[in-house]
């Protein structure tokens, strides 16, 4: 249910019946009573209908894949998140990478419309442009303006803190409290933004390990806000992102455990972007050890997140607000490890970096439902504002909300069929010391020299879920390279099929992608 907050006890401030009223004022004083009682009247029709709006929480993890079983160690977040209201199956990120993904879902805008492009300032990662433009409008904004009480904790975007753009001394419009990471993901040894303050943390678990810090300072902002208003808690941990440093308790789970062997792994990308034809095939032992440490870290990494994710449910449930507060838990992009031989990273546009998981609860979800319907992480913003009763139609975003495939009662709302996927590769000009039979270009080439990004590697895709399940790319490169794969068939996306479809259909989806490209606003939601 939409809701809005109810403002009936506002009717009623004033004089009590007959406060400074004197008896040869009787007929003013019995007049007043009876517009009072009138008035109290119609509070209790209008108040009977209307109720405090909902609590939105937004729990965003760090490199979380779905693919590969990234979900398998969180049992308390699918049991009390996922069992108790929504899965969804077909969840994507519109960008496989951190600061561009996190700054679609902050804008409700594709790459494009927010041109932040990569993880660099020079690639608008949290920069002037970015504060001067979309932050002003991401969508805690409109929720301050709705009079929720906001708090944030947590990996922001990746340059965040950088001197150049204002340092710690930035906090973003529509935050109340404001407790962000400055730079990329960490466990210990951090610089926190604190409300605009420097707040420097070392290597002591009970006092610095991050996911706990943001859990607790979250759990205090519960305790200190005002229960007549609204709240909005974003949590942002560092999990599963390297480097992996799991909490003490955590240090010796799943030793046994290995990354999956199936579909893609250790494959060769032998019909694929050049940056995929680059790998050594089979890989070598130590990138495959390598990448098993790395898996197993992950995982263990992700069992504080868990924790996080129950002790907040707790305490949602002992104040009173659980069945009034819809929780969303997601990952800003996927992640490979082993995939078409590419050890660890994400920046690809295949399944298992672009696919996230999404797992809602909240008023008017029943439980233990599984969704297909398709929904990107631009939809996020839409979706939360429409809950807090934002007129979303009015809003400059590209995303659309999924409230109505969530609640019964709101049935009816068209989801998409199919969106977009951007990329913009990211390469050094000068020659990696460490791999100079490699050239220049590249970037992240570890373990073994095996390079996870380059310039050429700039892209955008058309996804299709209804209908044809396909996905159609085109490369910004030197070879004009196309990629495009029937995921009914092929759902390790194996084969590329670009020579061997009718050359029709490949017109079709070269149009999609064309109208994708330069969709703004309602144009964006307009392409179902």
């Known amino acids: 249910m939409r809701l809005t907050i109810c403002r009936c006890e506002a009717l009623m401030a004033g004089s009590t019946p007959g406060s400074g009223i004197r008896n040869r004022h009787r007929n003013v004083h019995e007049g007043a009573n009876a517009l009072l009682l009138l008035t109290l009247l119609t509070c209790t029709l209008r108040c009977s209908e209307c109720t405090k709006a909902s609590n939105i929480v937004l729990i965003v993890a760090d490199d979380l894949d779905l693919d590969l079983g990234g979900l398998t160690p969180m049992k308390r977040t699918r049991a009390l998140i996922g069992d108790a209201g929504v899965t969804f199956s077909s969840a994507y990120t519109v960008t496989p990478l951190c600061c561009p993904s ?32 979309p932050e002003t409008q ?44 400055v730079g990329n993901s960490k466990y210990y040894n951090y610089t926190l933004s604190a409300n605009g303050k420097a707040e420097i943390h070392g290597d002591n678990y009970e006092k610095d390990y991050l996911t706990d810090l943001i859990l ?30 799991a909490a003490p308790q955590y240090q010796n789970n799943f030793v046994d455990v290995k990354a999956p062997r199936d579909g893609s792994f250790n494959k060769p990308g032998k019909d694929k972007h050049w940056l995929l034809r680059q790998p050594v095939n089979p890989m070598l032992n130590s990138s495959i050890d390598y990448l098993d440490n790395a898996y197993r870290k992950r995982w263990q990494t992700l069992l504080s997140v868990d924790d996080m994710v129950e002790k907040l449910v707790n305490k949602l449930e002992d104040i009173k607000e659980l069945n009034n507060t819809y929780i969303f838990f997601t990952s800003d992009n996927g992640y490979h490890t082993g995939q078409f031989s590419l050890p660890t990273d994400k920046r690809q546009l295949y399944e298992f970096d672009i696919r996230v998981p999404l797992l809602v609860r909240g008023p008017g979800i029943k439980p233990k439902q599984t969704l297909q319907d398709l929904v990107v992480n631009i939809d996020l913003s839409m979706t939360i504002l429409d809950i807090a009763g934002v007129n979303i139609s009015a809003l400059n975003m590209d995303g659309q909300s999924f409230l109505p ?3 019964p009662s709101l049935r009816g709302g068209t989801s998409r069929s199919y969106f977009l996927v951007e990329y913009t590769g990211e390469g050094h000009v000068p020659e990696d010391p460490h791999c100079p039979r490699l050239g220049p270009g590249l970037a992240n080439c570890f373990p ?18 209804k209908g044809d399940n396909l996905q159609y790319c085109e490369f910004a490169d030197n070879e004009s390279f196309v990629e495009m794969y029937n995921l009914t068939a092929d759902p390790y996306q194996l084969e590329n099929i670009v020579k061997k479809v009718d ?7 070269n149009q999609r992608l064309i109208k994708l490209q330069s969709c703004q606003g309602k144009s964006c939601q307009d392409l179902k």
């Not at 560092?238 to 480097?243: D, G, I, Y």
């Not at 095996?450 to 700039?458: G, H, L, M």
């Open 503 to 509: 050359p029709t259909l490949l017109q079709t989806m």
């Open 102 to 133: 996190r700054s679609s879902i902050l804008s409700g805008r594709y790459v494009h419309n927010h041109m932040v492009h990569n993880n660099s300032l020079s690639g608008n990662c949290s920069s002037k442009a970015w504060q001067a433009g």
């Open 216 to 245: 607790n300072r979250s759990l205090t902002f519960l305790e200190d806000r005002s229960p007549q208003r609204p709240f909005f808690i974003m949590l942002c941990p560092p999990s599963p992102h390297s480097p992996w440093t």
């Open 448 to 465: 073994d020299c095996i390079c996870q990004d380059s310039f050429n590697n700039t892209y955008a895709c058309v996804r299709t879920l």
């Open 405 to 407: 495939q969530l609640t």
């Open 138 to 181: 991401a969508f805690p904004v409109y929720l301050s303006k709705q009079l929720y009480q906001t708090f944030y904790g947590g990996k922001y975007l990746n340059q965040y803190g950088a001197s150049e753009t204002g340092g710690v001394g930035h906090v973003p419009p529509g935050w109340d409290q404001w407790h962000a990471l």
